[in-house]
């Protein structure tokens, strides 16, 4: 909610420099939610957080190679999206949310997530129903969203394309959330957008503190993972969205 009324107190102030200035508005749309997921089988595996590489350099290596490796296919957007909460192979990926995909469509798509840098291999095993063959697990290296810095290294052609599959992955976790009833299980839950008027400087500042929130909660998560390993407390999987657009002109 202090994020939500920043935002409200932003287009009010961007409004009183707009009468002294007289430049165009911008209009733009702000949207924040913050909703328990249910508690599938994947949640059942813990809190998995890939520590930090401190190797930032390389991860931004041929970046447009790497973000259209997860754009290809929805399936590439759902693996990653996945291994951000556990690890996993591509047979348990597959025999979970295989649908109609191929499993060698699966394997396929995990090798090359994981040589573009999106996957990294943090075990293997064998035996028992693998009969003799190794069973590779795999985490996410990094989140399926993007701050504002990194998405400004994305080209412009394919940012559509990638905006539309970040949109579609969240109607999913909504759509699962719904059927589950837990989207509106908490009280505390938060679901708000809201149209804003503002200037440039308003627009800077909106996705100033955006990107803020977005940092503190990923920070929020580490802290949570600490909290967890001492307690043994059943994690909370949650799913939080934040947005910040220009809207479109004269549409009426």
């Known amino acids: 909610m202090q994020l939500f009324r920043s935002l409200l107190e932003e287009q009010a102030d961007a409004r009183i420099r707009i009468a002294e200035s007289g430049e165009e508005p911008m209009e733009s749309t702000a949207g924040i939610a913050a909703f328990d997921s249910p508690r599938l089988h ?24 790497r973000i259209a490796r997860v754009l290809a296919s929805p399936l590439s957007m759902k693996i990653v999206s996945e291994l951000n909460l556990r690890e996993m192979s591509a ?15 699966v394997n396929r798509c995990f090798r090359k997530l994981a040589e573009d840098g999106w996957l990294t291999k943090v075990r293997e095993e064998t035996g028992g129903r693998r009969r003799g063959a190794t069973e590779h697990f795999y985490r996410a290296t990094g989140p399926a969203i993007f701050d504002t810095k990194n998405w400004a290294e ?9 905006s539309w599959r970040v949109f579609e992955q969240l109607a999913e976790q909504v759509r699962e959330a719904m059927a589950a009833g837990t989207f509106d299980a908490r009280p505390d839950r938060h679901h708000t957008w809201t149209p804003l008027v503002l ?6 500042q909106v996705i100033r503190s955006v990107d803020d929130l977005f940092h503190q909660l990923l920070q929020e998560q580490m802290a949570a993972k600490a ?17 910040a657009f220009e809207s479109p002109r004269d549409l009426f």
């Open 227 to 243: 909290r967890l390993a001492e307690s043994g407390e059943e994690p909370l999987i949650a799913t939080v969205y934040l947005a």
């Open 42 to 65: 994947r949640n059942r595996s813990g809190l998995l957080l890939p520590p930090a590489t401190g190797d930032e350099e390389a991860q931004s290596t041929h970046f447009t190679v």
């Open 154 to 162: 994305v080209p412009e052609a394919i940012r559509g394309t990638f």
């Open 91 to 105: 047979s348990s990926f597959y025999d979970e949310f295989g649908g109609a995909a191929r499993r060698s469509d």
């Open 199 to 204: 200037d440039q400087v308003g627009w800077k």
